[in-house]
């Protein structure tokens, strides 16, 4: 059955403009984040720039997303559907924001360390595996939009 | 997942990769407005390049999976008022979009300039060109309508 075009009952429409919204931002803070640090090389400023983007537009963009998700989890009632009914598209949209917030917290951490020793003279190696982990993260919310939007099985 | 839902989900993903090259340009000019000397102007370039493509794609593809998505799926049609409302705001957008990108083009230019007379210090007219309101005016325009069309595409008016 397709979705496409399926009539939305108006009171579910703000709670999901807030989790799209959240995820937008989440995902231009990755965008900036990576770009930043893979043109980083050495340079310092690029460096802390790649950090604080994720730090100050993916990491609230992530919470508006995730409080936008449950909003609209709940308005659609999936709270009181047994598991095995979940659709696969809802479920890989669950995991991957909820393990990619683990990860982005890990992410925000090594980074914030990187940028630390960054400061004291030390080598970027740490930003190094921030920029690794950003990819990861920008590659995994690049599935979940897909499975959220064309909604497979 | 048929056809047409891949074609949603392309159209998706473009409207995301337009929502992350604005985001990023954000950033960009928030950074900029401190930067007053060339080379710390010409180091955001390729960061630049980044959102330049990520806008391009974001609005082709919107566009493109949009319009083919507004004559596939049979109970919307291109004429529908929210449709319209999508396109006419995706043209307004457009145009303010590239206002935007010519006035923050003004500081690399003048950054370029500079240093090929090899001056590398601060520049007070490069660090004015940095933070041109009449970019950000543009930009926070863009952003509205990019918003707007966002919410007409949740709301759905007149469908």
């Known amino acids: 059955m397709s979705l496409i075009a399926a009539v939305r009952p108006d009171d579910w429409n703000f709670p999901l403009f807030v989790h799209i919204l959240g995820a937008m931002i989440l995902i231009g803070g990755l965008v900036t984040g990576t770009a930043a640090l893979a043109f980083a090389k050495d340079d310092a400023r690029l460096l802390r720039l790649g950090f604080w983007a994720l730090m100050l ?8 997303m995730r409080l936008g998700a449950q909003w609209i989890y709940t308005r659609e009632g999936w709270d009181d ?14 995991v991957i924001a909820d393990a990619g917030g683990l990860v982005l917290v890990i992410t925000l951490i090594i980074g ?26 920008l590659a995994a919310y690049v599935v979940a939009v897909w499975a959220m939007a064309g909604k497979p099985n | 997942m048929g056809f047409k839902e891949w074609m949603l ?34 180091r955001l370039g390729p960061v630049a390049k980044v959102g330049n493509a990520t ?36 043209f307004v957008g457009t145009g ?9 083009l003004e ?12 001056q590398t210090g601060p520049n007070a007219e490069l660090l004015a060109l940095n933070q041109t309101s009449r970019g950000l005016a543009f930009h926070a325009g863009t952003t509205v309508v990019v918003l707007l069309i966002l919410i007409d595409m949740i709301w759905k008016p007149g469908a």
């Open chain 1, 57 to 64: 537009v993916s990491f609230p963009g992530w919470i508006i």
């Open chain 2, 96 to 104: 303010l979009g590239r206002q935007t990108g010519e006035a923050f």
């Open chain 2, 107 to 118: 500081g690399p230019k003048k950054a370029m300039e500079l240093e090929a007379a090899g």
């Open chain 2, 55 to 90: 806008v391009g794609i974001g609005m082709g593809g919107t566009i493109i999976f949009g319009v083919y998505l507004a004559f596939a799926v049979d109970s919307y049609a291109i004429w529908d008022f929210w449709i319209l409302a999508a396109l006419v705001l995706w």
């Open chain 1, 81 to 94: 559907v047994p598991s095995s009914f979940i659709p696969n598209w809802l479920d890989i949209g669950a």
């Open chain 1, 112 to 137: 914030g360390i990187g940028v630390r020793r960054l400061e004291s003279g030390k080598s970027s190696g740490l930003l190094k595996a921030t920029l690794v982990l950003s990819v990861v993260l």
């Open chain 2, 9 to 42: 989900a392309f159209h998706v993903l473009s409207a995301f990769s337009l929502v992350a090259g604005m985001t990023l340009f954000w950033v960009l000019i928030v950074v900029g407005r401190k930067i007053d000397t060339p080379g710390d102007t010409l």
